[in-house]
């Protein structure tokens, strides 16, 4: 890839469902590694009411930011034999970031009354090569205290 000239670039964007197989927003990859492997940031985009989740990384940590919209971040974190549940309320119209380490099992609830956007900077960038990277909670598996 030539880095000294102006070009367009593909910027891969996905719709997304919930469990139930309804939509409930988009993704769009927006910064790629160099060798195009691996995305680096991300924009998570979240319908009205709707809610993405949940899943936990086991190699990576998230950092969230909100740019549009009102977004409430679930998470549930291991201590012991339990899940524990706790709530960040992330609005753009307050600066903030909201770290999650890996390992973090997290659910996206849009809680304004438009399109809610969270763009994420995965450390490491997120990487397709790794499999079972990602793990799919339902909620009822968490509140049980199941590890996956």
Same mark, same amino acid.
């Not at 939509?23 to 985009?45: C, H, I």
């Not at 709707?50 to 679930?74: E, S």
């Not at 990602?134 to 996956?148: A, F």
């Given at each position: 890839? /030539?880095?000294?000239?102006?070009?367009?670039?593909?910027?891969?964007?996905?719709?997304?469902?919930?469990?139930?197989?309804?939509?409930?927003?988009?993704?769009?990859?927006?910064?790629?590694?160099?060798?195009? =492997?691996?995305?680096?940031?991300?924009?998570? =985009?979240?319908?009205?009411?709707?809610?993405?989740?949940?899943?936990?990384?086991?190699?990576?940590?998230?950092?969230?930011?909100?740019?549009?919209?009102?977004?409430?971040?679930?998470?549930?974190?291991?201590?012991? #034999?339990?899940?524990?549940?706790?709530?960040?309320?992330?609005?753009?119209?307050?600066?903030?970031?909201?770290?999650? !380490?890996? &390992?973090? =099992?997290? &659910?996206?609830?849009?809680?304004?009354? #438009?399109?809610?956007?969270?763009?994420?900077?995965?450390? !490491?960038?997120?990487? !397709? =090569?790794?499999?079972? /990277?990602?793990?799919?909670?339902?909620?009822? /598996?968490? #509140?049980?205290?199941?590890?996956?």
């Amino acid at each position: 890839m /030539e880095l000294d000239k102006v070009r367009l670039e593909p910027a891969k964007k996905i719709s997304t469902k919930d469990h139930q197989g309804q939509d409930n927003g988009w993704l769009m990859e927006m910064f790629k590694s160099r060798d195009g =492997a691996k995305t680096e940031v991300y924009l998570s =985009a979240a319908l009205p009411d709707a809610f993405k989740g949940y899943h936990l990384h086991r190699v990576r940590a998230a950092r969230y930011v909100c740019l549009r919209g009102k977004m409430k971040i679930i998470t549930y974190q291991r201590e012991g #034999e339990k899940w524990i549940r706790s709530e960040n309320i992330l609005d753009s119209s307050i600066s903030q970031r909201l770290f999650i !380490p890996k &390992g973090v =099992a997290t &659910g996206l609830e849009n809680i304004g009354n #438009e399109e809610g956007w969270l763009v994420n900077y995965p450390d !490491p960038a997120y990487d !397709p =090569a790794l499999e079972d /990277e990602q793990v799919e909670y339902t909620q009822d /598996e968490l #509140e049980l205290g199941i590890v996956k």
